[in-house]
């Protein structure tokens, strides 16, 4: 069976988006369909929780503003969720007539999870290499930096092959996994009390 994705060109993605930093805000869809729809839309939103995250951090702004921050999470969060489901459908798809092996193992984190992860860590990976660059900020910060940048590279390559095993396990029927949903209870305005009980 053809590989439905090699985790290098995901992480080429990636990268290549988090290095424009208007990306996430202003750059239209680059892609229309398939999975690749899905691994944009996902990488799209973990860009624009980063920025909200660091905004909601601030101490010198109204509260209002942070509430509004917060509220952006929430709604971003959301999206990346779903982009992550719609990854695994597609993921899973391919696999449809993949016979299951005796023994073969069920996995517990889904690709389109280990997708999202790397994700994260191509914007954790991107915002350490700015730190190790600053010219405002003392050797023992720089050097510091530069070691969690170095492990931070290690992880993303471990989870890029542990994706790439998965998948290949998949199609040889030795592994699976299933997409579980998420059922975000707070988000769901007959399943939050605060919200149910509002009306």
């Known amino acids: 069976m053809k590989a439905i994705i090699a985790p290098a060109d995901i992480i080429t993605f990636h990268d290549k988006c988090v290095a424009d930093r208007s990306w996430a805000k202003q750059a239209p869809p680059q892609f229309g369909e398939g999975l690749w729809q899905f691994i944009e839309l996902n990488h799209r939103f973990n860009n624009l929780l980063w920025d909200e995250e660091d905004l909601a951090r601030r101490k010198d702004v109204a509260d209002s503003e942070i509430a509004a921050n917060k509220r952006a999470i929430d709604g971003y969060n959301q999206k990346r969720n779903d982009a ?116």
């Open 84 to 199: 992550i489901e719609r990854m695994d459908e597609v993921i899973l798809s391919a696999f449809a007539d993949v016979m299951q092996r005796p023994g073969c193992r069920l996995n517990s984190e889904t690709a389109g999870s280990i997708i999202d992860r790397i994700s994260i860590l191509a914007l954790k990976i991107f915002h350490m290499g700015f730190q190790t660059q600053r010219d405002d900020a003392s050797a023992e910060h720089i050097a510091a930096c530069r070691t969690k940048h170095a492990r931070l590279v290690e992880q993303r390559n471990d989870l890029a092959a542990c994706l790439e095993r998965l998948l290949t396990d998949c199609a040889a029927g030795t592994a699976y996994y299933k997409v579980y949903r998420q059922f975000k209870m707070y988000n769901d305005a007959t399943l939050n009390p605060y919200l149910y009980g509002k009306k």
